[in-house]
């Protein structure tokens, strides 16, 4: 494939993602298409390295019906081939040590020194990057999906406390997100964007 193919099948990628809320219900994603999906958002950045997900993936029919009271009893998590519960670590730190394993020495101290000093030093730093970073490779999961010609929607709408009880989630992680993916059942609702010109400040405000 050219290079010019490339950015063609990138920018269809990227405008054919819509958020989908209602799916065709018992598609079965192959083990191996969910897991390369999962590779892909796996490989997104992240600060330090840290790689700051966690994905929870929620397959089973009745897990996927426990969801429906935690998401206010939206439909697409019951529906949809999978859900995954995108979460964010908020102690990544502690893998500091493992991911720069095989740096040099003073690569590595001057690495773990900067990141413990981080988490030492602002409170809200775990959480920061637990959230952001969370979210880069949910994005990046949702791109995957659509290559693959999956559908997914990003949800905000939950019970985080319930989730977290429900699902044992430990309190080192922080929920960000629930991603259901599947195929649609129906096409997805028709958004605008708002202008380059609204969104762009050039240089400074």
């Keep these: 494939m050219s290079q010019i193919e490339q950015q063609q099948t990138a920018e269809q990628v990227i405008l054919s993602r819509h958020s989908v809320r209602q799916y065709q219900r018992d598609v079965v994603i192959p083990d191996a298409e969910l897991n390369e ?20 993936v929620i397959r089973e029919q009745a897990n996927k019906d426990r969801l429906l009271p935690i998401a206010f009893g ?7 081939s999978a859900v995954v519960v995108v979460l964010g670590d908020l102690q990544a730190n502690l893998t500091a040590p493992i991911v720069f394993e095989k740096a040099t020495p003073e690569v590595r101290d001057t690495m773990l020194g900067q990141i413990n000093g981080a988490y030492a030093n602002n409170p809200t730093v775990g959480r920061d990057e637990a959230i952001r970073n969370a979210s880069l490779a949910a994005m990046q999961l949702m791109l995957a999906a659509r290559a693959k010609g999956y559908d997914t929607v990003p949800m905000g709408g939950y019970n985080p406390a319930a989730l ?39 240089e400074s405000f």
């Design 74 to 80: 939206q439909q697409q998590v019951s529906d949809a």
């Design 164 to 202: 977290i009880q429900e699902f044992n989630i430990p309190e080192r992680y922080v929920p960000v997100m629930l991603l259901p993916i599947g195929k649609a059942a129906s096409p997805a609702r028709a958004t605008e964007r708002l202008p380059l010109s609204d969104v762009v400040i050039n």
């Design 37 to 56: 999906i999962l590779e892909l958002a796996a490989s997104a950045p992240s600060s330090w390295n840290l790689q700051h997900w966690r994905f929870l």
